[in-house]
């Protein structure tokens, strides 16, 4: 391989690469960023919030920041009635890890009436959840809640789904690995368009669930 064109597959490409990879990340920012909103006193009024899973605990035990801070979201768009039901999305794996049984626990725990809870067991990942939001839980309206980084991608997402969703931004935790989580986010992005483009379907659909008080 002469030297010019190692120089190009060695240096230049990749760095082109990475160069679009952020140009993308800026992208999705952009596309949201007049429907986030950081104050329960300015975001709309919808029926549903749809509340993006993660785990209780990290390691050795301790709460996790991001799982804290989105219950909290959660509950102050609740108890301001922005809010009427929340639909959990998560992973429920397997019988020792269920995000959205977890999540229904605490929210019941701090107010919010169990039949104004839905479960969503196959929000695997960001874009099953919102698929499955419009498709299973004929949602289009809705408000998503996650940190902000996250709910970028997840309003990205829906907007392209053509739905009409908004966000409201959870606090982000003070822990050691965000920076790893903004890193993370940039692939994510990227996966999120490529799915996007060849209309990925989730790993599940199923039967169709109206929200309604039961």
Do not use: C
Request: aromatic share 14%.
């Amino acid at each position: 391989m002469k030297k010019r064109h190692r120089y190009f597959v060695f240096f230049v490409l990749p760095l082109a690469l990475i160069l679009l990879a952020v140009l993308h990340y800026f992208y999705v920012d952009g596309y949201s960023k007049n429907t986030v909103y950081r104050s329960v006193d300015r975001i709309p009024y919808r029926k549903v919030g749809l509340l993006l899973g993660t785990s209780k605990y990290v390691s050795k035990g301790k709460i996790n920041g991001y799982y804290r801070q989105r219950l909290k979201a959660t509950m102050e768009l609740y108890r301001a009635g922005k809010i009427d039901y929340v639909l959990i999305s998560g992973d429920n794996s397997s019988k020792y890890y269920n995000e959205p049984v977890t999540m229904k626990k605490d929210l019941v725990q701090s107010g919010i009436p169990a039949n104004k809870i839905f479960l969503d067991y196959a929000g695997f990942r960001t874009y099953d959840s919102m698929y499955r939001a419009r498709e299973i839980f004929g949602l289009d309206s809705l408000t998503v809640i996650s940190q902000d980084f996250h709910l970028r991608r997840a309003i990205y997402i829906g907007k392209k789904l053509g739905m009409n969703p908004v966000g409201y931004v959870a606090s982000m935790p003070n822990v050691p690995s965000a920076f790893r989580m903004y890193i993370r986010e940039v692939f994510a992005r990227l996966k999120a368009t490529y799915d996007i483009w060849i209309n990925n379907k989730p790993k599940f659909l199923g039967e169709k669930i109206t929200i309604v008080d039961e």
